[in-house]
């Protein structure tokens, strides 16, 4: 897995609830590690930061799993790029 | 100690839907909604456009220059809809009555145009001083102080900030404290301006607020809007009241207050089941006696949802018989106004026999199983009414209003 991603993903999630990052695998859900609406809002901040990316409500509200967390990341990310590639015409 | 019983002899507001009672009244009933693009700040940064504002709004036509150097855009609000409900009151002052008058407002965040611009001086232009009059702007207090200096009244004056609950806790406390003699004249609401560009990015970072509309126990419901505005009331005994031949709008009957001690953002369903509870019980009255509940609504997944539960907690059966709606639909939620509002909607609403409606409904939501008074008012003479308020950090504030002459 490239997982650079997967990676910074769950040193973020460790780092908002103060866990081991062992703890955290792609098949962890939110509900799982004990987050709650604060800490998903802390989440996002961090992510946000982290990957400089802006992760709309909506697809905020869907996640539950951490590997839906980094595949959705990747998703922004790829979004991103694919704007700063698109030729300014 | 006997318990006097409390009238409310005068009623001011401003808000999204208007200047004065009249206008936000007549919005109400014609279920308008006072939310849209927001234009006081630069929302192009942001991931909501939409909000509550007071549009049209020229501080020049109520103050004069001098006084507005000195009044945030919240305090403005508060001294409008005091002077409002001071005229509608026709309450003479005698120098007694300055001295034995209670101001009690309600703020979740007090003067944030004047501190938002104090840390753009700083942090963004680079600059080494901020405005000179920065703290008496800033101050949540500031409202209450400028309707006792307007008005020279000297009697207990106070700010309370207890954020979406706040306007509920002032009335009430000022209900008390007509209630138990302590004064004999009380002029309580709350007051909140909070568009600003860093309160604004607060909100968007907790992710609660709608990238549409507020739509208040509909399934499609995506969050709150917020609002602005300044709501206050005259309150009396309701003997005095009638000894001067005032206006009586309508009674507040009881105050209940609970805290959830569970969570800073998450509501439950036991703290405002014990504040309901406690109001009904300090009004003397049944759950069956009450007809109409203006409710917290905020249009947020949660709220909504536990609102529903704690009313058929309390109300049981006869919930089915209750109509239930969020005015926030077209006021939007002015934090520690929010009560004050509702508290002018709710008493206006016992006196005409009329309930406003939740606007901009569309589907029921299963969650919500109430009679939301759908976009639509409708006529029902009603004895008792209750209004909710919920807070952040789990405070509740609940008041119950007796329709005067019933």
Redesign the interface.
């Given at each position: 897995m490239n997982d650079s991603v997967a990676e910074k993903v769950v040193r973020a999630l460790a780092s908002v609830k103060h866990l081991p990052r062992e703890r955290i695998t792609l098949e962890s859900s939110l509900q799982d590690l004990g987050f709650?609406?604060?800490d998903l809002?802390t989440m996002?901040?961090e992510l946000e930061n982290e990957f400089d990316i802006?992760i709309?409500?909506d697809e905020?509200r869907s996640v539950s799993r951490v590997r839906d967390i980094v595949e959705g990341v990747k998703r922004l990310l790829a979004a991103t790029s694919t704007d700063l590639a698109a030729p300014a015409d | 100690m006997r318990q006097r019983r409390v009238a409310v002899t005068g009623l001011g507001a401003i808000c999204a839907l208007g200047q004065n009672v009249p206008e936000f009244w007549k919005g109400l009933c014609e279920g308008q909604s006072g939310i849209g693009p927001i234009e006081s700040v630069d929302v192009s940064g942001l991931?909501f456009q939409n909000g509550a504002e007071v549009r049209g709004y020229d501080p020049a036509c109520y103050f004069d220059s001098s006084r507005m150097d000195l009044l945030d855009r919240f305090a403005q609000f508060a001294v409008l809809a005091a002077r409002e409900a001071l005229r509608d009151s026709g309450a003479v002052w005698t120098p007694e009555l300055r001295e034995t008058t209670a101001v009690v407002c309600g703020s979740s965040v007090g003067g944030q145009n004047a501190q938002d611009a104090g840390f753009r001086e700083l942090y963004k232009l680079g600059r080494g001083r901020v405005h000179p009059l920065s703290i008496p702007r800033i101050m949540a207090n500031a409202g209450a102080c400028h309707i006792s200096m307007e008005f020279g009244i000297t009697g207990p004056v106070y700010t309370l900030s207890t954020a979406c609950s706040s306007a509920n806790h002032a009335i009430g406390l000022a209900f008390r404290m007509v209630g138990n003699s302590e004064v004999e004249m009380a002029i309580a609401g709350g007051s909140e301006a909070p568009f600003s560009l860093g309160l604004l990015k607060a909100w968007e970072?907790?992710?609660v607020i709608a990238?549409d509309t507020c739509r208040p126990f509909s399934r499609d419901r995506?969050?709150m809007i917020l609002g602005e505005g300044g709501a206050m009331l005259v309150l009396e005994p309701l003997e005095a009241a009638r000894a001067r031949g005032a206006h009586i709008h309508a009674e507040i009957a009881g105050f209940g207050m609970s805290s959830d001690a569970h969570?800073?953002?998450?509501p439950s369903v036991e703290g405002p089941v014990r504040a309901m509870r406690a109001a009904l019980r300090d009004a003397g009255v049944h759950p069956q006696q009450v007809g109409y509940i203006n409710a917290h609504g905020t249009g947020t997944p949660?709220n909504d949802a536990t609102e529903t539960r704690a009313i058929h907690e309390v109300f049981g059966a006869h919930t089915h018989q209750l109509a239930v709606s969020s005015t926030k639909s077209m006021h939007g939620h002015a934090l520690g106004a929010a009560g004050a509002l509702e508290a002018v909607a709710t008493t206006v609403a016992l006196r005409e026999g009329i309930l406003p409606p939740t606007a901009n409904f569309t589907t029921p939501d299963p969650e919500c199983n109430l009679d939301v008074v759908p976009n639509q008012a409708r006529q029902a003479k009603v004895e008792f009414a209750v209004s909710n308020s919920f807070a952040f950090g789990g405070l509740n504030a609940v008041l119950v209003f007796r329709a005067h002459g019933s």
């Open positions: 709650d609406s604060l809002i996002l901040f802006s709309p409500d905020a | 991931r970072a907790m992710r990238p995506r969050g969570h800073i953002a998450q949660g």
